[in-house]
């Protein structure tokens, strides 16, 4: 069984940044797809950014294509997400999630989940 690990999320104010990570125990990421999601108080769960096994694919939702970045180093069994220029819309709790072979996405549904990491933007 996996288990993933969110970190870095916080309080910070509108146009500044954070660096989430994501690192997993009890097994090896190597092998999996891993994706980033967030869930608004109110909203469902969506869908924020993916990256391949090798972390030579990946790819963003639109409303945060530019701004975000996910990479990984498969050595720390960790993946990471950049957030840069961050809005208050951006105001969710974060969660990592994984899925072996391929990457999870608004149509892959992960295999494993984290317990999230709150991010608060303020205006």
């Known amino acids: 069984q996996m288990q993933l690990v969110e970190s870095g999320g916080g309080l910070v104010q509108a146009g500044e940044s954070l660096r989430l990570s994501c690192t997993a125990s009890?097994?090896?990421?190597?092998?999996?797809?891993v994706g980033w999601f967030h869930q608004a108080p109110g909203k469902e769960r969506e869908f924020v950014a993916a990256?391949?096994?090798?972390?030579?694919?990946?790819y963003y939702a639109d409303s945060v294509k530019g701004r975000f970045t996910i990479s990984r180093d498969n050595a720390k069994n960790t993946v990471y997400l950049q957030m840069n220029s961050l809005k208050p819309e951006d105001t969710a709790v974060y969660y990592c999630?994984?899925?072996?072979?391929?990457?999870?996405?608004?149509?892959?549904?992960?295999?494993?989940w984290g317990q999230g990491t709150q991010v608060t933007v303020s205006s």
């Open positions: 999630a994984a899925r072996q072979f391929v990457m999870p996405g608004p149509t892959i549904t992960p295999s494993y």
């Open positions: 009890a097994r090896s990421l190597n092998t999996y797809g």
């Open positions: 990256i391949s096994r090798d972390g030579g694919n990946y």
